[in-house]
């Protein structure tokens, strides 16, 4: 009994915490959905109307176009993080001259704010000062991230690859580490390549750790607003307006809290059913084995 | 042909040397044990057969050709690590069956070959089951399984059975020589226990310090050791070693101890005054009128056979003896030594006189 309500006590702080900054704002951001309110309108009062928002949102071209394009730019960015990072996570795990300093180097992207991230490849594209632009001049590219949709999303893309995949290889390095040796050395005996090994043990052995990993940056990359707000601004025209971005649109501009928390909600629920699917699909048939 | 030859091998980690020219040569068929204490480099001289290390000097060749610059897959070989090494992630059908897979044998091969593997080893049933839901006998049988399905030209295991408890261990011993028998694959086998190495080997290699020290079989091991390192090495309980002179009393030659006892001996040639260890089995010593004074401490009865372990002038001696002893410790024995079956060694080298 005593052990119990000393349980109770020590988790409280915790769960205080969450009930504060979690759970509250989660529960009020969908109260809000569920209203019409522009607190500086002529009229700030909250009225409810019931699934109005919601029903505009299915109709809102915008919104579906934004959507497009988040599942686009999530789908490139985390699956070339992926790929790039596991790549990394491999080469660090080899001894090379100078691997603490590269290593160190590679993970200093993870430390900016968004913010900066966002503003250093402002700087490093705008046309008549970037670095990029000024490049890729000499293969006769003309790269104007404000007036080609294609190119701006693409700088977006490799922008998140480049703040982010730092965080893949991490966690795939930790992954790697705590394998044991035996399996591999087995199945150079048992007679598999390279690729083999790949396929049959290191892809296994490391899921559970890759499929976490994945759903990290799924979710964050939905979520994806500041380094593009910044970058880009969610052009040209609606090229880069990612849900984030297009959230923020409507609530701060517009000051149209109700409809922006409505949104908010889908792309939960949309995170949710999508994480759940990779769920079902990956891991849920594969659980029983270990 | 599944023979093996070590010549004249060397490994160095970094600079250091911890091999150093070891030669060894099995026949095809021979199930043959490395032996020796922790960290005598018996793994890594099995792992440098395997190709998983690097041979830093010297020449390994399986059936006839050269393998050092052979990668394992092409060695046809078969290992069997001491962790068992499954694949966790697969089941037991999966695991036994992956290096025909990677042989890209048809599946209906694979299934025959892993079912036949299966009946052998007694592991039908768990076919379907995956690693962690075996107990440990069952995966180092599965790991056993894995290695036969090939049909290598060698077998090579790492301390299979140091993980199992002591009963599994003796009943996996007589089935992996039962297997040996069967299937009579070369078969190079890394122990620590010098009772496997007996109870398995055709031939023994006893090693130290990334030496080898003997090279022979069993019995030849335990009847005549070559130097005090193997005597005191092979054998339970181990062989008593006691300091002294040779000397003649009476027409024979005896070793005479500090304290002036005669330890008997039988057709060694040795010349009077040398400084020896003289070593004689603890079984090889019988109770009885005429032998030498010991100070008896500790009675070790087993039901079949009694451990009595007492002290001459200070130096511990043992006796393995037959009959049940009904006597209080602490009192003096008469220790009969047998003279034919005393062991002479040089002190200074150690070597066998
Ligand atoms: N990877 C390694 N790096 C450096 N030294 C090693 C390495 N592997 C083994 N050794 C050394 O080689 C010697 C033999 O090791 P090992 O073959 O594992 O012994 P055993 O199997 O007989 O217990 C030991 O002294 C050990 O410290
Ligand atoms: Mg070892």
Redesign the interface.
């Known amino acids: 009994m005593q052990s119990k309500k000393l349980g109770w006590l020590l988790l409280s702080p915790t769960l205080f915490i969450l009930g504060l900054f979690g759970i509250f704002p989660f529960i009020y951001v969908l109260w809000v959905s569920f209203h019409e309110w522009n607190p500086f309108a002529a009229n700030p009062e909250k009225l409810f109307n019931w699934a109005a928002n919601y029903r505009k949102l299915v109709f809102d071209a915008q919104f579906l176009a934004s959507l497009g394009v988040t599942l686009a730019f999530v789908f490139f960015a985390v699956v070339s993080e992926v790929v790039i990072g596991y790549i990394l996570a491999q080469a660090f795990m080899k001894d090379f001259p100078g691997k603490a300093f590269f290593r160190t180097i590679h993970t200093l992207p993870l430390i900016m704010a968004p913010i900066i991230v966002g503003s250093i490849w402002k700087l490093m594209t705008t046309p008549s000062i970037g670095i990029i632009p000024h490049l890729l001049k000499n293969f006769g590219i003309d790269l104007n991230i404000g007036q080609s949709a294609i190119a701006a999303f693409c700088i977006t893309v490799i922008m998140d690859i480049w703040h982010w995949t730092p965080l893949v290889t991490l966690s795939l390095i930790a992954a790697l580490v705590s394998l044991?040796a035996?399996?591999f050395?087995?199945?150079?005996?048992?007679?598999?390549?390279k690729r083999?090994i790949f396929w049959?043990?290191t892809l296994?052995?490391i899921?559970p750790a890759l499929i976490a990993t994945v759903f990290i940056r799924l979710m964050d990359a939905m979520r994806t607003v500041d380094e593009v707000l910044m970058l880009t601004g969610g052009g040209p025209g609606s090229a880069t307006r990612y849900v984030g971005v297009h959230i923020y649109k409507e609530v701060f501009p517009k000051t149209n809290y109700g409809y922006g928390s409505a949104i908010s909600v889908i792309v939960l629920y949309l995170t949710i059913v999508i994480c759940w699917l990779l769920y079902t699909s990956l891991i849920a048939p594969?659980n029983?084995?270990? | 042909m599944g023979n093996v030859q070590i010549k004249g091998v060397t490994k160095s980690y970094g600079g250091v040397r911890v091999m150093h020219g070891v030669d060894v040569e099995i026949e095809d068929g021979e199930f043959v044990v490395l032996v020796g204490p922790s960290g005598c480099g018996k793994s890594t001289l099995l792992r440098m057969i395997?190709?998983?290390e690097e041979i830093s000097g010297g020449q390994i060749s399986i059936g006839g050709r050269v393998v050092n610059d052979i990668?394992?897959?092409e060695r046809d070989?078969?290992?069997v690590?001491q962790?068992?090494?499954?694949?966790?992630?697969?089941t037991v059908a999966e695991n036994m069956g992956?290096?025909l897979l990677?042989?890209k044998r048809p599946k209906a091969e694979i299934a025959e070959k892993v079912n036949r593997a299966a009946e052998i080893l007694d592991l039908t049933k768990y076919l379907d089951r995956?690693p962690?839901q075996l107990s440990g006998g069952q995966r180092q049988r599965v790991a056993m399984g894995?290695a036969i399905v090939?049909d290598p030209q060698v077998f090579l295991f790492d301390e299979p059975l140091s993980n199992l408890d002591a009963k599994l261990r003796v009943t996996m011993r007589v089935e992996i020589k039962e297997l040996h028998q069967r299937l009579k694959t070369t078969t190079v086998y890394v122990t620590h226990d010098q009772i496997e190495a007996m109870t398995m080997a055709n031939k023994i290699v006893v090693m130290r310090d990334g030496r080898v020290e003997q090279i022979g079989r069993p019995l030849d091991l335990y009847d005549r050791p070559v130097n005090l390192f193997v005597a005191g090495f092979i054998g339970s309980p181990a062989m008593n070693f006691l300091q002294g002179k040779v000397a003649t009393r009476d027409g024979r030659q005896v070793v005479l101890t500090d304290q002036g006892i005669a330890l008997p001996l039988d057709g060694v040639q040795v010349e009077d005054g040398r400084a020896v260890t003289y070593g004689i089995r603890p079984e090889h010593i019988t109770i009885g009128e005429g032998g030498i004074p010991v100070d008896v401490s500790v009675f070790e009865p087993t039901g079949s056979e009694t451990l009595i372990f007492g002290r001459v002038g200070g130096v511990p001696i043992d006796a393995l003896v037959r009959e049940r002893i009904e006597e209080e410790p602490g009192k003096t024995m008469s220790f009969r030594l047998d003279p034919r079956k005393a062991h002479v060694f040089d002190q200074v080298t150690g070597q066998r006189l």
């Open positions: 044991p035996d399996p050395e087995q199945a150079q005996i048992d007679g598999a390549n083999q049959h043990i296994p052995m899921r594969r029983k084995r270990g | 395997a190709g998983l990668p394992p897959k070989i078969a290992m690590f962790s068992y090494a499954l694949y966790p992630h697969k992956f290096p990677m042989a995956y962690k894995r090939r």
